[in-house]
C-alpha cells in the first residue's frame, strides 16, 4: 500500500483565492511526522510546514497551514493568498520513526499548482 | 551553515560506465538520505544512513547500486554498469532528527 497519497495531479487557483491540496497518508505507527515541501521548475526541495502526529493543532506557517485531520490519515496543505511564486509542484512527506532504523521519510507523487494571473 | 551540497550538479554517461556523486550534508546533521526522482514523480528513497551506519537500503535498489558514508560526514553514491532507466534526478538530503534539508542534486544521463 502507499504510504502517501496525493490524488491531484494538477490544481489551477486564481491569484489571491486560496486552494486546498489533498493528501492521505497510512501508517501503524503512534509517532510519525508530516510535511510539506515546495519544488519550483528550478528543482529544489523546499520545507514549508510540519505537523506531529501527537500536537492538538493544525500547524500554520504564514500563508500555510496544514489541516490535519488524525482520524482520516489526511493532512491536507491549504495556502491562502495566492501569488504566481507559489505555481510549483508541492509534495506531502511522511516521516516514520521506526524504533531499530530510526527515521523514514516517505513521499506522494505530488501535485502542480498553477496560479492563474 | 552552508547547506546540503551536492557534486556534480550534471553527469552524461555512456550506458556501461560507472558513475559516483558525492554529497556533504550540513555538519552535525547526523542523518543522510538518497533519493531519485524522475520527471513527474516524488522522491523515491534509496538509502538511509545514520552517522557512518547504513541502517536501511531500499528493496527497489540493485546490487549495482552502493553508497558509502565514512566517518559519517560526507556520503558517495556510485552507480555500476549504468543502464538507460538510471537516468533521474538524485537527491541527497541530512536531517538533524526532525525535517529534511535538501541538496540541489545531481541530474544524470545515461546516453
Known amino acids: 500500500a502507499q504510504k502517501i497519497t496525493q490524488t491531484q495531479p494538477g490544481m489551477f487557483v486564481q491569484e489571491k483565492e486560496a486552494v486546498t491540496l489533498d493528501c492521505t497518508y497510512d501508517t501503524s505507527d503512534p509517532s510519525y511526522g508530516l510535511f510539506w515541501y515546495k519544488q519550483p521548475s528550478s528543482g529544489e526541495m523546499i520545507f514549508l510546514i510540519y505537523q506531529g502526529s501527537y500536537d492538538q493543532q493544525n500547524a500554520t506557517e504564514g500563508r500555510y497551514s496544514l489541516n490535519f485531520q488524525k482520524a482520516r490519515k489526511s493532512a491536507n496543505l491549504v495556502i491562502s493568498a495566492s501569488q504566481l511564486g507559489d505555481s510549483a509542484m508541492y509534495f506531502c512527506a511522511m516521516r516514520e520513526d521506526m524504533e531499530y532504523t530510526g527515521n523514514q521519510f516517505y513521499f506522494g507523487t505530488g501535485t502542480s499548482l498553477t496560479v492563474i494571473p | 551553515d552552508t547547506g546540503v551540497s551536492q557534486d556534480p550538479r550534471h553527469k552524461i554517461t555512456k550506458r556501461g560506465q560507472n558513475v559516483t556523486f558525492r554529497c556533504d550534508p550540513i555538519s552535525e546533521h547526523n542523518r543522510l538520505y538518497w533519493y531519485r526522482q524522475t520527471l513527474g514523480q516524488g522522491p523515491e528513497f534509496l538509502t538511509y544512513?545514520?552517522?557512518?551506519?547504513?541502517?536501511?537500503k531500499s528493496r527497489l535498489l540493485s546490487d549495482r547500486f552502493s553508497a558509502e558514508r565514512p566517518k559519517g560526514s560526507f556520503s558517495t553514491l556510485e552507480i555500476q554498469r549504468t543502464e538507460q532507466g538510471d537516468s533521474a534526478m538524485y537527491l541527497c538530503a541530512s536531517s538533524p532528527g526532525g525535517k529534511l534539508f535538501f541538496g540541489s542534486g545531481t541530474q544524470l544521463s545515461v546516453l
Open positions: 544512513f545514520q552517522n557512518e551506519a547504513q541502517l536501511e
